[in-house]
């Protein structure tokens, strides 16, 4: 492994350690100085700084940990046990000069026993209702849920995902082509599996009034069509600390304009011209951690969506928050070109 793709230095943007955090995956970096060790970033210290609104031109000092943990090679073996008490998925390996040698990743040393938790209560609810309409013609013939990424349908691998953090009550919301869905999954034991049929199609949010007095507290609402890879249990601990009523899992995502953008004044004359802007924007995921006290907006069996949800809990001056995470972290299937990228990424 190249161990210098990790690198930045002290006065990178901090919009640029973000597009560097996604081209290498890890949530991880480390800031170096003078060719030793200075700092370690990770998508938490970003999140945090995201969240509090804050400039992301400013340099990666500001939000850097300028104490971090790391090991020498001498205690190589107890990096695991490090990892574990410290809570941390990457650990730098220095050398006796101080100079980054390797970074220890918790999935690669342990990758078949990662987050292996006792089970936990809070429920999942996938929407899997859906036509899949921007599939087609895929969808014609196999229900969204179940068209595979590799070997294995898209819904199983976000079932897969959350089993690994302990997460195992189910609740699958199906409308089109459900016996296809139910017909696949017939005996499985690390999960319990609740079937919740709409009689028509009911939006991202509607169907959730179907279920509404199956669930109690805090549960997580994921779209069959998405993966975020993050750890479930840190998001449900920040919903439940913040007291959100809804929490929106959100990526940034960097768009550049490839034109010369050009502003005109009141006479319409060219005021600035701005030479391919890049954008920032924090957008929704398509996954989230709800209240069951919320669904009281949600109408009776009427078509509902997620925004729709937001906005009514907004106006009513709910808790609505926001966890970000690295863009390199979501994937989502909706479109072919999208789907073709899930493949690629997951290097499948």
């Known amino acids: 492994m190249n161990v210098e793709k990790f690198f930045v230095g002290p006065d990178l943007p901090i919009k640029d350690a973000i597009r560097q955090l996604d081209e290498t995956a890890k949530k991880i970096l480390l800031v170096i100085h003078d060719n030793k060790l200075a700092g370690v970033i990770t998508d938490g210290d970003i999140r945090r700084w995201i969240l509090k609104n804050k400039d992301l031109s400013m340099p990666v000092r500001h939000i850097m940990n300028p104490s971090p ?20 998925e990457g650990l730098p390996l220095i050398n006796d000069s101080g100079q980054v040698i390797d970074i220890l990743f918790w999935n690669e040393l342990q990758p078949d026993k990662k987050n292996t938790l006792r089970k936990k209560k809070t429920p999942v609810v996938i929407m899997a209702g859906g036509k899949g309409s ?18 294995t349908p898209i819904v199983e691998r976000i079932m897969n995902q959350m089993i690994s953090y302990g997460f195992t009550e189910f609740y699958f919301t199906v409308n089109y082509r459900k016996e296809l ?10 999960y319990h599996l609740h079937f919740v049929e709409e009689t028509r199609p009911l ?24 993966l975020v890879d993050m750890n479930y249990t840190k998001l449900l601990q920040y919903h439940k600390k913040s007291k959100n009523q809804i929490t929106v899992v959100t ?41 069951q006290n919320i669904l009281k907006y949600i109408p ?30 979501w994937l989502d299937m909706g479109e072919f070109s999208e789907m073709k990228k899930m493949t690629e990424k997951m290097k499948l």
């Open 69 to 88: 943990i790391f090991i020498k090679k001498s205690q190589y073996s107890d990096a695991l046990k490090i990892m574990r008490e410290k809570q941390i």
């Open 134 to 151: 921007r599939l087609y013609p895929y969808t014609k013939i196999i229900p969204k849920p179940l068209i595979p990424i590799g070997d």
């Open 181 to 190: 869905i139910k017909a696949y999954f017939n005996g499985d034991h690390r």
């Open 203 to 226: 939006g991202t949010a509607g169907a959730l009034t179907l279920v509404k007095d199956q669930l109690a507290g805090s549960f997580f609402l994921s779209n069959c069509d998405i």
């Open 251 to 291: 990526a940034m995502k960097n768009y550049e304009i490839p034109y010369g953008v050009i502003s005109l004044d009141e006479n319409g004359c060219i005021q600035s011209l701005n030479e391919k802007p890049n954008y920032e924007f924090l957008v929704s995921t398509g996954f989230y951690v709800l209240e």
């Open 300 to 329: 009776e069996d009427s078509p509902f969506d997620m925004p729709d949800l937001i906005r009514l809990c907004m106006k009513n001056e709910e808790k609505v928050g926001a966890y970000p995470v690295m863009d390199s972290t």
